[in-house]
């Protein structure tokens, strides 16, 4: 018997030995830290530039057709600033999507202790604005996800908060990896996993809420980990959200604490009164209201404008563009100028994310949003998917169960009276840029709201979506005088006729 009790206590012995020296999910992460230059020396890391990336953009939700496959945006000249010490961030980098070429910039900075952003696309004035009117075609939709999804901050947060327990044997980008569950500084939970060779962090997965998906776990997969800075980092980052590309961007170099990374975040002098205009505000994004005609009035914002059509005892808004901070200012602003008149509809004209991406908010106000039936897969997407990380008007609420607009669709042409005003919506087939594309007419006024197909006031060409525009307009026999632009400003018809003979159609 003697023998096999010291049979039992050494095989015990042997168990207690393998479990010690088996690794913990905690000692996993503190070896990803060590391997990427240890906890002192991330620390330490105040500012991380990222340069020279290239790479691809996807979901920027500009297909011809509701459904169509996905179109991939190029990334160039990428540059990403992270001041982790001051908690800023800015995307910089050229984008191209099927012709289409922007050179944006889009900076999350700090005015005392307020955040602000600041947007900065060539040709258009520099805007500034509450965090929540930033629109990126970056790596992400806003520079705000590089604050908590940097590997820097993931990696410390790992080495912290990753249990003392084994890891757990997890699929991560087609391969089974060892696997922790850890809190983050924002308080989010993230699955990080671990390379086995080089214990390097292989990347994490987390809930993002974009402003356009809603809630999608998003996975980013870190690769070609080189020396920078006295640090290992990874050069290329893949980020996949709902199981589809997202974003990739391979970087030529990175650099830490360089003192000329803060220049990105300085306020220019110019833009000082809007930023703390942005600041008081909340939510803010540049509008100004003039009247076009009786009862019409154009909403001017930066780059993505809006129409505003006045009923007796409400207002019919076109295009709640751009981003949840636009639709906030503007329905403070018609609040202020049209007392008592709330927003009941606002038309989508097109599903493309630049154009819809104040619908969320519109409806959070009580609006009912129109959608001609072909926008109609897409704009239930941006509508009903939740958005809980954090949560935005809507989801707010909804989970409150307080009342909000809900989702109308109409098939070809939809017409709004009352009063002796009407708002007439017209579904048109065959142009370019998008099909189906809704134009807007109020015929009281003979006012013309179209997006994308054609911007008044700024003496550009006529494109084949212009004329495309000119021949459906004289097909709908409409009698338009003033052609209001969701790009551009307003302008007699004529001069959509002047350029499209001057196209030589
Ligand atoms: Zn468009």
């Not at 998906?213 to 998003?218: E, F």
């Not at 295009?319 to 927003?343: C, I, M, N, W």
């Not at 009580?366 to 954090?390: C, D, F, Q």
């Not at 007419?441 to 911007?455: A, G, M």
Request: hydrophobic share 40%; glycine share 10%; with cysteine.
């Amino acid at each position: 018997m003697a023998h096999v009790r010291q049979l039992v206590i050494a095989s015990m012995a042997l168990l207690a030995g393998a479990c010690s020296s088996a690794p913990t999910s905690r000692g996993l992460a503190q070896d990803a830290v060590t391997a990427m230059g240890g906890a002192e020396q991330l620390r330490g890391v105040r500012t991380l530039v990222m340069r020279g990336g290239t790479g691809t953009r996807n979901r920027v939700g500009q297909t011809v057709h509701v459904g169509d496959p996905d179109r991939t945006g190029q990334l160039r000249n990428v540059i990403e600033t992270l001041d982790l010490a001051g908690g800023r961030a800015a995307l910089d980098y050229q984008f191209e999507n099927d012709g289409f070429m922007q050179h944006r910039q889009e900076v999350l900075t700090k005015k005392g202790d307020a955040l602000v952003g600041l947007e900065n696309v060539a040709g258009r004035p520099l805007a500034a604005m509450s965090p929540s009117g930033l629109f990126s075609w970056g790596s992400q939709n806003s520079p705000e996800f590089l604050l908590r999804r940097n590997v820097i901050t993931v990696a410390l947060a790992a080495a912290e908060s990753a249990p003392e327990e084994p890891p757990q044997d997890k699929s991560f980008n087609g391969r089974t990896l060892k696997a922790a569950a850890v809190t983050l500084p924002s308080g989010e939970m993230a699955t990080v996993f671990f390379e086995p060779e080089s214990k390097l962090l292989a990347g994490y997965e987390v809930l993002d809420t974009e402003s356009m998906l809603g809630d999608v776990t998003a996975q980013y997969i870190l690769s070609d980990y080189k020396p920078a800075g006295g640090l290992t980092l990874p050069h290329k980052i893949t980020i996949r959200k709902g199981d589809q590309p997202y974003s990739e961007v391979q970087f030529a170099s990175a650099s830490v604490n360089d003192p000329a990374a803060q220049e990105v975040f300085t306020i220019p002098a110019s833009a000082n009164a809007e930023v703390d205009t942005a600041i008081t505000a909340g939510d803010y994004s540049s509008i100004t209201i003039t009247k076009v005609a009786d009862a019409v009035y154009f909403v001017r914002a930066y780059s993505h404008n809006s129409l505003i059509v006045e009923f007796p005892a409400w207002l019919a808004l076109v295009e709640a563009a751009y981003t949840d901070a636009q639709s906030h200012t503007l329905a403070r602003v018609l609040q202020q100028q049209f007392p008592g008149k709330p927003v009941r509809y606002a038309a989508v004209t097109h599903h493309h994310y630049d154009h819809t991406g104040g619908v969320r908010t519109m409806a959070s106000y009580g609006a009912t949003i129109l959608v001609e039936k072909g926008h109609e897969p897409e704009l239930r997407m941006i509508l009903e998917s939740p958005h809980t990380n954090p949560p935005d008007a809507l989801e707010t609420k909804r989970k409150a169960g307080q009342p909000v607009g809900a989702l109308e669709v109409y098939e070809g042409k939809k017409v709004l009276t009352d009063g002796g005003q009407s708002l007439e919506l017209y579904a048109i087939t065959g142009n370019p840029h998008v099909d189906p594309k809704v134009i807007a007419y109020v015929p009281t006024s003979r006012v013309l709201f179209q997006s994308d197909l054609f911007f008044p006031g700024t003496g550009a060409p006529a494109s084949p979506d212009a004329v495309h525009l000119l021949k459906v307009v004289r097909d709908l026999k409409l009698r338009v005088a003033t052609n209001v632009g969701g790009h551009g400003g307003v302008g007699p018809f004529g001069e959509l006729e002047k350029s499209v003979a001057a196209a030589g159609q």
